[in-house]
Every structure is written in C-alpha cells, then in structure tokens.
C-alpha cells in the first residue's frame, strides 16, 4: 500500500502559495467590475458573491490540495469539509458541488474511488448534492471540490463588518499543520494525529447553523493563512486592530511541542514573513507560541464577530465543541493585530 502523503511535497492548506507571491500575481492583474458581483478578490474574503437580482446571492468557491493523511477516504472527507467551509464562512448553505482531482498512474484506481467517495459523505452531510467534474493525470494527487450556495442577500457574512468591542470566536482548534507535517515522519502521538483528524473532518455546518439566527458582525474561515493570517484580513478590511489572547486560542494537544521541535510546514514560515510586520507581539508569548498562530489550517474553524452577548449565546449553542472567544475588536492601532497574554 502506498502511503499518500509519501507522493506529495506540502500538504493540505499548507501546499498554498505563500501570501506574498499571491498578493504580488494579483497586484498585476486588472479587477473585472460588474455590478452584480458583490465580492471579488479585492478583501481576500472566501467566496466570490454574486447578484441573482431576485433577493438571492449566488456564492462559489474552489478549494483543492495534496493529501496530509494516508487513508484516502479520510482524505476526500478533509478536502471536501475544506472547500464546503467557505460556504458556511460566508453564512451560507452549499447546495451543488463537483469534484476536483489529479491523480497519478502509479496509484490503483481504488484509491482514486475512495477518494471520492470520502468527499460525498461529506457532501451529504452538508445537505448538499455532488455531480461530474474533472480529472486529470499528476504526479502528485489531489483532490477538492467547486461548491455554489446560495444565499439571501441581507444574510451574507463577509470577513470586513468589524466593531469595535466585538468579541472575537474560533470553533476548532489550531495546530493540524504542525501534527500534520510531524506525522509524515511519524512524529506525532496517535492521540494528536486523531485530534487533528477529526477536526479536519468535522464540517463547518453545525457552526454556521449555530451562528446563522444571531447577529454576525464579520466572518471567515482559518485556513492556509493561519490564524493570524485570516484575523489579519478581517482587521484590515474592517479597518480596526484586533487582540487576540494567545492563552484563550484552543491547541490540538502535543502541536506546540511539536512546534518547539520545529516541526512547522513551510507555509508557517511563508505565513510568518508575510504577517509579522502587522502583529504586536508581546514579549511574554514565546517563540513556539507565535509558530503556532502562523501555522496553516487545513479545513480550519470558523472565526465570527460577535456582540459580547451573541457571543455567550453563541458558546452557550456550541457547548461541547472546541468554540471559543480567542481576542476582541479595538479601535485601529498602530498594529493590524495584537497578541497578549
Ligand atoms: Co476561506
Ligand atoms: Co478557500
């Protein structure tokens, strides 16, 4: 049995191109303007929003990348809870959804089944329904999914709408790149290595279902950016400084001993050169601390701006879950972002 993650350089999230080389190829490129595109690239929110001029919202996203577990079921089932999230970062439902994948001769076709077949039960889960797509021949694997959701107009979540006394809230923890990259070298202990896993699995929907009835100020999704990464975005596109408490962010267990290892994916270090110059850090966070703020989520959780109150309302739904308040909103500072202890 060949190992999947042995036929792949990065993985996950974490096989993004780093945000500066990213930032510079669309600095390039003219934005095409229609009236009825909502959100294109410009505030790197998660999906692209589109006017039905019906009271509807038309929202697509596309999300694919090389496999970070071995199981290939387990790994159709990450990619598609990956690229469903930034439907429900967005407040809305996915609906239709259709495959991507490279798949390599080498491997035996079961695999490429297996694959696919991990992705629609996460489909299914969602509520959603999976047709067609497209495969090509690589040499390395990969697998993702194109999703369309739709959503009233007035309801969307967009990653900008930041106010100031906002309470800021993660639902999953942070840390799967760090086990992700040791496991490859079997580093990780299984305990972690299963935490990481049934995060990635776990989809985004109950979250969003949860958050849908309360007033959502801004949202997004943590992923290859990392935490930092995505709370970065939301500062700037809100125009506000953000806090977060490193001691309040929910760690898989055993990922910052992994980190104080150095067992950190290259997006970590792509992720820090690009962010750091916008955070504050104080100097009571350590080394391995700040790594793991940097480190790139793989069908991470949803971050949601909240009023104190939804926010406790919020916790009070999500009781059970990893959920909780990571930092909060202030008025614009010297710095995007803040971390304190
Ligand atoms: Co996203
Ligand atoms: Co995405």
Known sequence: MVRLTSLVKTSGC????????????LSEIPIMESDDLL???????????????????????????PPMVDDPFTFGQIAAANALSD??????????????????HCLDLSVMKEIILGGMSKVREA????????????????????????????????????RTGDKLILTKKIGVGIINT????????EESVREAVESMTTLNKMARDNARTLSVHAATDVTGFSLLGHLREMAKASEKTVVLHYDWVPQIQGALELARFGFLPEGAYNNRDFIAPDVDFSPKVKREEEDILFDPQTSGGLLLALSA???????????????????EVSEPDDKLIKVIR
Not at 96 to 102: E, F, I, K, P, S
Not at 310 to 323: Q, V, Y
């Open 87 to 104: 439907i429900y970062a967005m407040g809305a439902e996915p609906v239709l959804a259709m495959n991507l994948m490279c798949f390599p």
């Open 14 to 25: 974490a096989a993004k191109l780093s945000p500066k080389d990213l930032e510079r190829v």
């Open 127 to 162: 509520g959603a329904v999976i047709a067609g797509g497209h495969t090509i021949s690589d040499r390395e694997p990969k697998y993702g999914l194109s999703v369309t959701g739709f959503s009233k107009k007035e309801d969307v979540w967009y990653n900008r709408g930041l």
């Open 182 to 189: 040791a496991n490859k070298v079997d580093e990780a202990d």
């Open 39 to 65: 959100e294109g690239f410009e505030h790197s929110d998660d999906a692209l929003v589109y006017d039905m001029r019906d009271g509807r919202v038309l929202i697509e996203t596309v999300d694919f990348f």
């Open 309 to 327: 109150e939804d926010a406790d309302e919020f916790l009070k739904r999500m009781r059970g879950t990893p959920a909780a308040i990571v930092g």
